[in-house]
């Protein structure tokens, strides 16, 4: 994976993962990629391990190993959350460079540092301790994109369509073993990781509900 280039062996096998077992797209591992050479490179600094004249994006961060991540507390996590919030620069050298990124797009970038926490602390069961727990994420904006409701899509389709006499209207998680159950927005919970997953989830649920009836 060229994306890897530059990170140490301990975030290629999270990204390995990540593509193997969480059938993550290759664009998502790309921006995982470039969201955990941030992030060790804001530690990096934090640790005062390299000159501070020296530019963010030229920190060496492929030597860090086991030892340094299991050194990563809860407040350098929070740390980091305001470094991206208010001094972290986007587009830079472009008309539409500026500092501090949005709630939305901390939200995301700290949501890559939770799944790689999770990989070392669950899946891979090599360190105890996940720094990210309890961390408060930046709340969202009241401009959020505007949805229709469960019971007002059922309607627009009774509309269309008529009542739904042969029980053909369901919801997606109705396939999977959690039934009548909606898929969260994750504009609303900021939690896109879990969003992603309960799709999956329900289409592969469809997928065999599909073989069974003999429709494909």
Not at 123 to 146: A, R
């Amino acid at each position: 994976m060229s994306f890897t280039k530059d990170l140490p062996p301990i975030a290629e096998g999270f990204l390995q993962f990540c593509l193997m077992n969480e059938n993550r797209s290759e664009n998502t591992i790309s921006e995982y990629a470039l969201d955990l050479k941030v992030f060790f490179r804001f530690m990096m600094q934090q640790r005062d391990l390299v000159p501070s004249d020296m530019s963010f994006e030229e920190i060496p961060i492929s030597d860090i190993d086991l030892a340094f991540v299991e050194n990563i507390t809860r407040q350098d996590i929070i740390d980091y959350v305001e470094y991206l919030r208010m001094h972290r620069v986007s587009h830079a050298g472009t008309a539409k460079e500026s500092t501090g990124l949005s709630p939305s797009a901390t939200r995301r970038k700290i949501s890559c540092i939770r799944s790689f926490f999770e990989y070392l602390c669950v899946h891979k069961e090599l360190i105890s301790n996940d720094p990210t727990t309890g961390v408060i994420q930046p709340t969202l904006g009241k401009t959020l994109p505007v949805y229709l409701t469960e019971n007002e899509c059922f309607s627009l389709l009774k509309a269309i369509t008529g009542p739904d006499k042969e029980g053909k209207v369901k919801l997606l998680l109705d396939f999977t073993d959690r039934p009548g159950r909606s898929i969260a927005d994750p504009w609303y919970t900021g939690d896109f990781e879990a969003t992603y997953r309960d799709v999956v989830e329900g289409c592969n649920g469809f997928l065999v509900y599909l073989r069974r009836e003999g429709k494909i």
